[in-house]
């Protein structure tokens, strides 16, 4: 997944009105400003009552839906190999939210704070935070990728991670 892959998927989404944020490894580059590594996929985390706006503008552009994981996320595939990894979020009225994790009664939650703006190739795009991010990188083995992406926010943030 590109940069210009983002940028373009974003606008997409951006035309439907509809409300997404970038996390993982995009997210953590959208906070920082410029790409640091490669990227496999695109997570987007979107309000749940608009998942069917997303997917008819995802459909449009040629992705279709390849693991389906729901509540918890699910995974539409683009013909060349594009991935982008969904997460829906139900929203309160405080501006907080709740994903469903895959320990009922668990879910994930994401404080109204977390919801920033970061920039990809200079496009200003809506994602997570970098305590957001810190906090999503808890609980499991971390990948390489993982290890980096938390390395980064440290160098350029000076925040404190686990690993």
């Known amino acids: 997944m590109t940069a210009e892959d983002v940028v373009s998927v974003l606008a997409l989404l951006r035309q439907a009105e509809v409300d997404v944020w970038v996390g993982g490894g995009w997210g953590v580059d959208a906070l920082i400003g410029e790409q640091t590594r490669d990227h496999r996929d695109l997570d987007l985390m979107h309000r749940q009552e608009h998942e069917g706006a997303v997917l008819a503008v995802l459909h449009t552009a040629g ?13 539409v595939t683009a013909p060349d190999g594009r991935e982008i990894d969904l997460h829906p979020l139900v929203f309160a009225d405080d501006g907080s939210a709740l994903q469903a994790s895959p320990e009922p009664g668990r879910p994930f939650t994401y404080p109204p704070s977390c919801f920033e703006t970061g920039t990809v190739r200079g496009t200003l795009v809506p994602c997570l935070s970098a305590e957001q991010q810190v906090s999503f990188h808890q609980g ?12 980064e ?7 404190a991670t686990h690993f």
Not at 140 to 151: K, N, Q, T, W
Not at 153 to 159: A, H, T, Y
């Open 63 to 75: 992705f279709v839906e390849t693991l389906n994981w729901r509540p918890v996320r699910f995974v």
């Open 140 to 151: 499991y083995e971390p990948s390489e990728r993982d290890r980096h992406d938390m390395a």
């Open 153 to 159: 926010l440290r160098r350029v943030f000076g925040i």
